[in-house]
C-alpha cells in the first residue's frame, strides 16, 4: 500500500496535534483538580482556627455572664453565647469529621448555645441566677476552656505540618478505636489509649455537667420514663407474638420475631410477617407502631368511613377516650391523628396516628409512640382562667374562629406540660393562625401558622 509523503505528513501533524490537545485537557483537568483540592484544604484550616477562636469566645461571654448584674447585659451575652456556639457548629461541620460521632462536642455547642437563651429568657422575666445555674455556667466555662486550648494545640499542629489535601483529610477522618476495657502491662497499671485524631481525643475527654431547662437539647429529655407503662406486667416473646398477630388481624404463624428494642426505659418485642411489620410493648403489649406495605389501588371508601374504621380500630386495641384532631390524606391513604380526651381537655400530647387505605379499608399504618411515652392518668384539668379571661389576652388583629381547651406539651424540665386555651384565629390578611393561652395565668405559651393545600391543612409550628 503506497501513501504520499504529503498525505502522511498532514496525517502526523494532525495526531501531534490532537495529542497535545489531549495532553493540554488533561493538564487543564489536573490543575482544577489542584486548586479545587487546595480549596478544601484552606477551607479545612480556616475552620479549625475559627472553632478554637470560637471555643475562646464562648468561654469568655459565659465569663462574663456570671459577672452580670442587669438583664440587659444578661441577654446581650446570652446572645453572643448562642452567636458563637452556633458558628463554632458550622465550622466543625465544614470537616470531613461525620464518621466521628463527635456527639459530645455537638452537645456542648447545642447545650451552650441553648441554656444561655434559657437564662436570658429567665432574667427578662426579671428572676435571678440559682446558685445551681452558677455552677452550670462556671463548668460550661471550663469545658469551652479546655476545649479551646485543644482545639490551638490542633490549630498550630496542622499549620506546621501543612500537609497535602489528601494527608490532611484522611488525618480529620481517622476513626480510633480504643479498646472497650482499659489495656494493662505486666505490673496491672492500665495503658492509656494513646488517640491519633486529636478530635476523637477532644471527644473521649468531654464533661458536660447534666444540665435541665426549657430546650430541645435539655438533659431530661434524652431519658423517657413512660409512666403509663411503669406498672404493667412484662409479657413473654410468645405471648406478645399472639397479641401482635390479633392487632394485624393474621395468625402468630405468620409472623417471625425480628430484633428486639431494649433500652433502659422501654423495651419492645419486633415481628415481621408478609409486607407487615410491627413492634408490641413488653409490658402488656400494647402495639407500639406497625405498617403494611403495597399498592393501595383505587379509592372505593369514603373519608368519613375511613374514620369510623380508625374510631372502631382504636377500641379493638384498648385505646379508649380517644378523639380524632387531624386528618390528611396521603397516596389513597388517610392519616387520621387522635388525641387522649380527659374531662373537658384533649390532651394533644398523647397522640395515636392510623393510617387506613382508601381500596379496601384496612387499617394500614399505626403509631402509638408518643401516647405510650406521654400517657398519664389523673392529669389536673382545672383551669384558673375562664373563656373569656383567656381571650382577652389575645391580639387586636385575630378573630376567634374555634376555642377548646387542650394539654400541650413543653421542653421544660419543670412543668413538661400545660394547661391552655387553643384558640384557631384569622389575622387581618385571612390566614389562619392559631394561639395557645395559658389556663392559669395567662402566658401567651406558643403560636402556630395554618397551611392549606388540596390535601387538607397542616399547622406549622
Given at each position: 500500500?503506497?501513501?504520499?509523503?504529503?498525505?502522511?505528513?498532514?496525517?502526523?501533524?494532525?495526531?501531534?496535534?490532537?495529542?497535545?490537545?489531549?495532553?493540554?485537557?488533561?493538564?487543564?483537568?489536573?490543575?482544577?483538580?489542584?486548586t479545587m483540592q487546595n480549596s478544601a484544604k484552606y477551607t479545612y484550616q480556616e475552620s479549625i482556627a475559627n472553632l478554637a477562636e470560637g471555643l475562646a469566645n464562648i468561654d469568655y461571654a459565659l465569663q462574663k455572664t456570671l459577672a452580670?448584674?442587669?438583664p440587659q447585659q444578661t441577654v446581650s451575652l446570652s446572645a453572643e453565647v448562642w452567636r458563637e456556639a452556633g458558628m463554632a457548629e458550622m465550622c466543625l461541620e465544614a470537616l470531613p469529621v461525620y464518621e466521628l460521632n463527635l456527639e459530645?462536642?455537638?452537645?456542648?455547642?447545642?447545650?451552650?448555645?441553648?441554656?444561655?437563651?434559657?437564662?436570658?429568657?429567665?432574667?427578662?422575666?426579671?428572676?435571678?441566677?440559682?446558685?445551681?445555674?452558677?455552677?452550670?455556667?462556671?463548668?460550661?466555662?471550663?469545658?469551652?476552656?479546655?476545649?479551646?486550648?485543644?482545639?490551638?494545640?490542633?490549630?498550630?499542629?496542622?499549620?506546621?505540618?501543612?500537609?497535602?489535601?489528601?494527608?490532611?483529610?484522611?488525618?480529620?477522618?481517622?476513626?480510633?478505636?480504643?479498646?472497650?476495657?482499659?489495656?494493662?502491662?505486666?505490673?496491672?497499671?492500665?495503658?492509656?489509649?494513646?488517640?491519633?485524631?486529636?478530635?476523637?481525643?477532644?471527644?473521649?475527654?468531654?464533661?458536660?455537667?447534666?444540665?435541665?431547662?426549657?430546650?430541645?437539647?435539655?438533659?431530661?429529655?434524652?431519658?423517657?420514663?413512660?409512666?403509663?407503662?411503669?406498672?404493667?406486667?412484662?409479657?413473654?416473646?410468645?405471648?406478645?407474638?399472639?397479641?401482635?398477630?390479633?392487632?394485624?388481624?393474621?395468625?402468630?404463624?405468620?409472623?417471625?420475631?425480628?430484633?428486639?428494642?431494649?433500652?433502659?426505659?422501654?423495651?419492645?418485642?419486633?415481628?415481621?410477617?408478609?409486607?407487615?411489620?410491627?413492634?408490641?410493648?413488653?409490658?402488656?403489649g400494647y402495639p407500639y407502631s406497625f405498617s403494611k406495605s403495597g399498592v393501595v389501588a383505587d379509592v372505593t371508601v369514603s373519608d368519613e368511613e375511613a374514620l369510623e374504621i380508625a374510631e372502631k380500630y382504636l377500641n379493638k386495641v384498648?385505646?379508649?377516650?380517644?378523639?380524632?384532631?387531624?386528618?390528611?390524606?396521603?397516596?389513597?391513604?388517610?392519616?387520621?391523628?387522635?388525641?387522649?380526651?380527659?374531662?373537658?381537655?384533649?390532651?394533644?400530647?398523647?397522640?395515636?396516628?392510623?393510617?387506613?387505605?382508601?381500596?379496601?379499608?384496612?387499617?394500614?399504618?399505626?403509631?402509638?409512640?408518643?401516647?405510650?411515652?406521654?400517657?398519664?392518668?389523673?392529669?389536673?384539668?382545672?383551669?384558673?382562667?375562664?373563656?373569656?379571661?383567656?381571650?382577652?389576652?389575645?391580639?387586636?388583629?385575630?378573630?376567634?374562629?374555634?376555642?377548646?381547651?387542650?394539654?400541650?406539651?413543653?421542653?421544660?424540665?419543670?412543668?413538661?406540660?400545660?394547661?391552655?386555651?387553643?384558640?384557631?384565629?384569622?389575622?387581618?390578611?385571612?390566614?389562619?393562625?392559631?394561639?395557645?393561652?395559658?389556663?392559669?395565668?395567662?402566658?401567651?405559651?406558643?403560636?402556630?401558622?395554618?397551611?392549606?393545600?388540596?390535601?387538607?391543612?397542616?399547622?406549622?409550628?
Amino acid at each position: 500500500m503506497y501513501i504520499k509523503k504529503s498525505v502522511l505528513t498532514v496525517a502526523i501533524c494532525f495526531a501531534v496535534a490532537g495529542a497535545l490537545v489531549l495532553g493540554g485537557f488533561i493538564l487543564k483537568a489536573n490543575s482544577g483538580l489542584g486548586t479545587m483540592q487546595n480549596s478544601a484544604k484552606y477551607t479545612y484550616q480556616e475552620s479549625i482556627a475559627n472553632l478554637a477562636e470560637g471555643l475562646a469566645n464562648i468561654d469568655y461571654a459565659l465569663q462574663k455572664t456570671l459577672a452580670a448584674d442587669s438583664p440587659q447585659q444578661t441577654v446581650s451575652l446570652s446572645a453572643e453565647v448562642w452567636r458563637e456556639a452556633g458558628m463554632a457548629e458550622m465550622c466543625l461541620e465544614a470537616l470531613p469529621v461525620y464518621e466521628l460521632n463527635l456527639e459530645n462536642i455537638m452537645r456542648f455547642f447545642h447545650q451552650s448555645g441553648e441554656y444561655a437563651l434559657y437564662l436570658a429568657k429567665k432574667a427578662i422575666g426579671g428572676d435571678q441566677l440559682t446558685e445551681e445555674e452558677e455552677e452550670n455556667l462556671r463548668a460550661l466555662s471550663e469545658q469551652a476552656k479546655t476545649l479551646a486550648t485543644a482545639m490551638t494545640e490542633f490549630e498550630y499542629q496542622i499549620q506546621s505540618e501543612n500537609a497535602d489535601f489528601d494527608t490532611l483529610t484522611s488525618f480529620l477522618s481517622y476513626v480510633d478505636q480504643p479498646p472497650e476495657a482499659d489495656e494493662t502491662d505486666e505490673n496491672g497499671t492500665a495503658i492509656l489509649y494513646e488517640y491519633k485524631n486529636p478530635l476523637m481525643k477532644m471527644e473521649s475527654e468531654m464533661q458536660m455537667p447534666t444540665l435541665n431547662y426549657e430546650g430541645n437539647f435539655s438533659s431530661h429529655l434524652v431519658e423517657t420514663s413512660y409512666e403509663f407503662l411503669a406498672d404493667k406486667e412484662t409479657i413473654s416473646q410468645e405471648e406478645a407474638r399472639r397479641r401482635a398477630a390479633y392487632i394485624l388481624d393474621c395468625e402468630p404463624k405468620d409472623l417471625t420475631c425480628g430484633e428486639d428494642v431494649l433500652s433502659k426505659e422501654l423495651m419492645l418485642y419486633c415481628f415481621s410477617g408478609k409486607n407487615m411489620d410491627i413492634c408490641v410493648t413488653a409490658a402488656e403489649g400494647y402495639p407500639y407502631s406497625f405498617s403494611k406495605s403495597g399498592v393501595v389501588a383505587d379509592v372505593t371508601v369514603s373519608d368519613e368511613e375511613a374514620l369510623e374504621i380508625a374510631e372502631k380500630y382504636l377500641n379493638k386495641v384498648k385505646f379508649s377516650n380517644m378523639e380524632p384532631v387531624k386528618t390528611n390524606s396521603a397516596g389513597n391513604v388517610l392519616l387520621v391523628e387522635f388525641a387522649y380526651e380527659e374531662g373537658e381537655a384533649l390532651c394533644l400530647t398523647d397522640k395515636i396516628l392510623v393510617g387506613v387505605a382508601l381500596d379496601t379499608g384496612t387499617v394500614c399504618a399505626f403509631d402509638a409512640s408518643e401516647y405510650l411515652k406521654n400517657h398519664v392518668v389523673g392529669r389536673n384539668i382545672k383551669p384558673t382562667l375562664s373563656y373569656e379571661e383567656a381571650a382577652d389576652k389575645l391580639s387586636d388583629s385575630l378573630s376567634v374562629d374555634d376555642s377548646r381547651l387542650v394539654v400541650i406539651g413543653t421542653k421544660s424540665y419543670d412543668e413538661p406540660e400545660r394547661l391552655c386555651y387553643e384558640f384557631t384565629c384569622e389575622n387581618d390578611s385571612g390566614n389562619g393562625v392559631v394561639v395557645y393561652i395559658n389556663a392559669h395565668n395567662g402566658t401567651e405559651e406558643k403560636i402556630d401558622l395554618i397551611y392549606e393545600n388540596d390535601n387538607g391543612s397542616y399547622v406549622l409550628e
